[in-house]
């Protein structure tokens, strides 16, 4: 038998070295394989739950301003999202107590205690709605007024003992409504009240300005996604979580706990003034909060009017204007401002859009309700 030369020794043991060697690395492939495997799933079940936490809505409630006020919101932790609406709703609760005139002690209250005595000095914010306040009365000819108060009190409005003023009541108090008398000073921040029997009432406005601070402590918090409804003032911060747009059903005026429309939104504040919100009946007739501060006397002309705008504070102010306008005057200053837009209901039903609206508005059929937020639920801050 012939043996193989010690150069064919050398290639054979080459040979069976180089197969070790290539299982092993192959071992180790698979190896390495399996755990980049592994890394890749562990990787995903953390991010798919990372992702799945930072989705979760958070809803709360809480009694302010004499209102539910709902909040929701999208946040990654139960933690953060307990942090995030305590904040939230303690500024809420500390502007309604500066802004508030049925609040002892308020500013509002301390202006006007000292009508036609002294200027008092506020906090740089009440100086700051109640700028915005004279502004929209000025922009509305009068028909939104911060001075409406005493209007209010001889209605009965602001402690809800409801009666009808004689017509030599509302004569002897419409001097005192003229928002062009405050003296404002908003660098010194006083405001002044320069006849005795004034008073400011910033409830048209303020819950509005108290939402657009809720939803800016939701931005500087990191929210994307959120939701703010103070019984009818809503702000909206984004689409809903899922890329929708809100859904958000306007109340019909006529048949409680039903909606007339829905409208979808990304973003804003949407706000409605109706007949219906704060109302008494007497001698077979009815009464509502929305008073004309020309004639002292309800406005009669529509039955809700909801206002689209960039801050809830905007459309607070002008959902009263708009209200107390009428359709034809109140449409023309909707369609002069830009960001804003309008959806009218007149007493008989009858729906009026200004021309932004338009193919965003869906008219439900009678008794049908909309699993959607229903806006229309305004009370008195």
Same mark, same amino acid.
């Given at each position: 038998?012939?043996?193989?030369?010690?150069?064919?020794?050398?290639?054979?043991?080459?040979?069976?070295?180089?197969?070790?060697?290539?299982?092993?690395?192959?071992?180790?492939?698979?190896?390495?394989?399996?755990? %980049?495997?592994?890394?890749?799933?562990?990787?995903?079940?953390?991010?798919?739950?990372?992702?799945?936490?930072?989705?979760?809505?958070?809803?709360?409630?809480?009694?302010?301003?004499?209102?539910?006020?709902?909040?929701?919101?999208?946040?990654?932790?139960?933690?953060?999202?307990?942090?995030?609406?305590?904040?939230?709703?303690?500024?809420?609760?500390?502007?309604?107590?500066?802004?508030?005139?049925?609040?002892?002690?308020?500013?509002?209250?301390?202006?006007?205690?000292?009508?036609?005595?002294?200027?008092?000095?506020?906090?740089? @914010?009440?100086?700051?709605?109640?700028?915005?306040?004279?502004?929209?009365?000025?922009?509305?000819?009068?028909?939104?007024?911060?001075?409406?108060?005493?209007?209010?009190?001889?209605?009965?409005?602001?402690?809800?003992?409801?009666?009808?003023?004689?017509? @030599?009541?509302? @004569?002897?108090?419409?001097?005192?409504?003229?928002?062009?008398?405050?003296?404002?000073?908003?660098?010194?921040?006083?405001?002044?009240?320069?006849?005795?029997?004034?008073?400011?009432?910033?409830?048209?406005?303020?819950?509005?300005?108290?939402?657009?601070?809720?939803?800016?402590?939701?931005?500087?918090?990191?929210?994307?996604?959120?939701?703010?409804?103070?019984?009818?003032?809503?702000?909206?911060?984004?689409?809903?979580?899922?890329?929708?747009?809100?859904?958000?059903?306007?109340?019909?005026?006529?048949?409680?706990?039903?909606?007339?429309? #829905?409208?979808?939104? @990304?973003?804003?504040? #949407?706000?409605?003034?109706?007949?219906?919100?704060?109302?008494?009946?007497?001698?077979?007739?009815?009464?509502?909060?929305?008073?004309?501060?020309?004639?002292?006397?309800?406005?009669?002309?529509?039955?809700?009017?909801?206002?689209?705008?960039?801050?809830?504070?905007?459309?607070?102010? %002008?959902?009263?204007?708009?209200?107390?306008?009428?359709?034809?005057?109140? %449409?023309?200053?909707?369609?002069?401002?830009?960001?804003?837009?309008?959806? %009218?209901?007149?007493?008989?039903?009858?729906?009026?859009?200004?021309?932004?609206?338009?193919?965003?508005?869906?008219?439900?059929?009678?008794?049908?309700?909309?699993?959607?937020?229903?806006?229309?639920?305004?009370?008195?801050?």
């Amino acid at each position: 038998m012939t043996r193989p030369s010690a150069d064919d020794q050398s290639t054979g043991g080459g040979e069976l070295k180089h197969g070790a060697a290539t299982r092993r690395l192959r071992a180790l492939r698979s190896a390495l394989f399996f755990l %980049l495997a592994v890394a890749v799933v562990v990787g995903a079940y953390y991010w798919a739950g990372a992702r799945a936490r930072s989705s979760q809505l958070h809803r709360y409630h809480s009694l302010l301003m004499d209102t539910d006020v709902e909040l929701a919101f999208q946040t990654g932790s139960a933690r953060e999202a307990s942090a995030v609406q305590e904040a939230v709703f303690g500024e809420m609760v500390r502007l309604e107590g500066l802004l508030s005139r049925s609040r002892e002690g308020s500013d509002i209250d301390r202006v006007n205690n000292r009508a036609g005595r002294e200027p008092v000095v506020v906090n740089p @914010e009440t100086a700051a709605v109640a700028a915005a306040a004279l502004h929209y009365a000025s922009l509305s000819d009068g028909a939104f007024d911060p001075t409406v108060a005493p209007l209010l009190d001889r209605w009965g409005f602001l402690g809800r003992e409801f009666r009808v003023p004689a017509p @030599e009541e509302l @004569e002897a108090v419409l001097p005192l409504v003229d928002y062009t008398r405050v003296e404002l000073d908003p660098a010194a921040g006083r405001i002044y009240l320069p006849r005795k029997g004034m008073s400011l009432d910033l409830g048209g406005i303020a819950k509005g300005y108290i939402v657009d601070r809720g939803m800016a402590l939701l931005r500087e918090a990191g929210i994307r996604h959120a939701f703010l409804n103070a019984g009818g003032d809503i702000a909206l911060l984004g689409g809903k979580p899922d890329g929708t747009p809100w859904r958000i059903g306007v109340r019909h005026p006529r048949e409680p706990g039903e909606c007339i429309a #829905v409208l979808s939104l @990304e973003g804003g504040a #949407v706000v409605t003034s109706g007949d219906y919100e704060r109302l008494f009946t007497a001698g077979g007739r009815s009464y509502h909060h929305i008073l004309d501060p020309r004639s002292g006397y309800p406005a009669a002309e529509l039955a809700s009017v909801t206002v689209l705008a960039g801050t809830a504070m905007e459309a607070d102010a %002008l959902s009263t204007a708009v209200f107390v306008l009428g359709p034809e005057r109140g %449409l023309s200053l909707v369609e002069s401002l830009s960001g804003v837009e309008a959806l %009218l209901i007149t007493v008989d039903l009858e729906m009026i859009t200004s021309t932004g609206l338009d193919g965003r508005v869906e008219r439900l059929e009678e008794k049908q309700v909309p699993a959607a937020n229903t806006i229309g639920e305004r009370k008195a801050i």
